[in-house]
């Protein structure tokens, strides 16, 4: 027998074995085999029989509030009403992650989730949950993209009318999947609390119900199923590694996984130029960035929800920052070494391993790829940018006489290397080009850095001023 402390009153859960793990527990509550008949409530699978265990967050800080009583058993209840309807989607192990980072690292694929990301769990579930009246006067939401999505296949599910706000600044893929669910598209500003200063004027004016991103009981519930599917699949992990934009997905995935794996090590990744919650946790309050910037537009928000704040400062272990840079490198990285369509904010978590920002050499990691919902063209952009930074894309800036022959005596030195011209182009007019000389621009296909090093040397070698392309800092 196991009491269990939910909200105001205890439910006494009756097992006929004592569950021994995650995966077991989760097992007895999908075929209902270890709970009495009726009973929606099960406790963690890590506690031994006749434990009282309390789970929320008053659990780890004795005389606290439970935050909001989002508990475990809230997040059982979201993972029996969305079983049916959503994806359990695949865990993969990386060798080749294993082999940079020195952990054994498991890939949760959310992208491939319906929507393309994890933000339909937490919309499903709190549209569940609305009353009759509230159907009626339709719902209205803030998104970025990832949220928008997730509300309006629940809401086209469930017939409700339905109004989403997005930045200017959203991705156009995230936009058209938006509105092709049915929803109407109202964008606002340029950035995701822009969006949500206007979605709360207008729900002020139409009467709808809003349903928040990730500052809601019933959104951290239903993506903290995400943690549940995960501890199925690997029970025996020793570390989660989540990005964090609002905090609704670590929050949830955190209380289920200090349920279910007490000892388990929780960290959060936030993007370097929106990192309002490591912000706040300096501070030991919330506080709002005065500005963001970064190409992780998933987890691009400037203030963490009251909420969620309060859950990650209780349950998660630590919260690191990456750059955008890393955040690029590990969406090519899934691409090209995983075959995986990641976002930028959905690749936050291999980003702060392969960076280093996150070292767990030896430990099993669980790592959500939160979302796939990323512009074919900024694809393109990340590509050529990568392969720039990985020595693969070489600029160089040379002088030549005007004069015929002088670029094909250039290009054969270039050719000699084998190494290909991308493109070419000529500057004659300007006041720093002394006359009858051109400058050159050369995008050219390299192998790595060492070559595009060696090129250098050849040229100035054989006479030629070159420098290779910079950024203007």
């Not at 006929?16 to 099960?42: N, W, Y």
């Not at 509030?65 to 865990?91: G, N, S």
């Not at 991705?171 to 598209?185: D, N």
């Not at 995400?226 to 025996?236: C, F, K, N």
Request: charge should be negative; aromatic fraction near 6%.
């Amino acid at each position: 027998m196991l009491a269990l402390l939910h909200e105001n009153h205890a439910v006494v859960v009756w097992f006929d074995v004592a569950p021994k793990g995650p995966s077991q527990t989760m097992r007895s509550i999908e075929d209902d085999t270890s709970t009495s008949v009726g009973t929606r409530f099960i406790a963690s699978g890590s506690a031994s029989v006749g434990t009282r265990f309390i789970a929320s967050g008053s659990a780890f800080h004795d005389g606290e509030p439970a935050a909001a009583a989002v508990t475990i058993a809230d997040i059982w209840e979201a993972h029996k009403l969305l079983k049916p309807r959503l994806h359990h989607t695949p865990l993969t192990p990386s060798r080749t992650l294993r082999d940079l980072t020195g952990a054994d690292i498991y890939l949760k694929a959310e992208n491939t989730q319906r929507s393309g990301s994890f933000k339909v769990r937490g919309a499903s579930y709190k549209l569940s949950r609305l009353a009759p009246q509230e159907y009626e006067r339709g719902v209205i939401a803030a998104s970025a993209g990832n949220h928008a999505q997730g509300v309006a296949i629940a809401a086209s599910q469930y017939g409700i009318p339905c109004t989403i706000v997005m930045p200017e600044t959203a991705p156009l893929a995230k936009v058209m999947a938006t509105q092709s669910y049915g929803a109407t598209v109202v964008l606002h500003g340029f950035t995701y609390d822009d969006a949500y200063q206007r979605c709360r004027e207008l729900q002020e004016q139409s009467g709808a119900t809003f349903i928040h991103a990730f500052d809601d009981p019933d959104i951290i519930a239903g993506q903290g199923t995400l943690g549940l599917e995960m501890l199925s699949d690997l029970p025996d992990a020793d570390a989660l590694v989540v990005p964090i934009g609002g905090g609704g997905l670590i929050s949830g995935i955190a209380i289920a996984a200090r349920a279910l794996r007490p000892d388990i090590t929780i960290i959060g990744v936030q993007a370097a130029g929106a990192a309002c919650f490591r912000a706040s946790l300096d501070a030991g309050e919330v506080r709002s960035l005065p500005a963001i910037a970064t190409i992780a537009d998933g987890i691009a928000v400037k203030r963490p929800g009251a909420l969620t704040f309060s859950i990650i400062q209780r349950l998660v272990d630590d919260v690191v920052v990456v750059n955008d840079e890393a955040i690029i490198s590990a969406v090519l990285f899934l691409m090209e070494r995983c075959k995986m369509l990641v976002e930028g904010a959905g690749a936050a978590g291999v980003a702060a391993l392969l960076s280093g920002a996150v070292k767990l050499p030896g430990k099993k990691v669980l790592v959500p790829l939160t979302g796939g919902n990323i512009d074919i063209n900024l694809v393109g952009r990340f590509i050529e940018h990568g392969l720039a930074a990985a020595g693969r894309y070489f600029v160089i800036h040379t002088r030549l006489a005007d004069r015929p022959g002088e670029l094909m005596r250039l290009l054969g030195i270039i050719a000699d290397m084998r190494i290909n011209v991308i493109d070419v182009r000529h500057q004659r007019i300007s006041s720093r080009l002394p006359i009858m000389q051109r400058e050159e621009t050369l995008t050219l296909e390299t192998r790595d850095r060492s070559q595009c090093e060696e090129l250098l040397q050849r040229l100035r070698a054989s006479g030629y001023v070159v420098e290779e392309a910079q950024a203007l800092e």
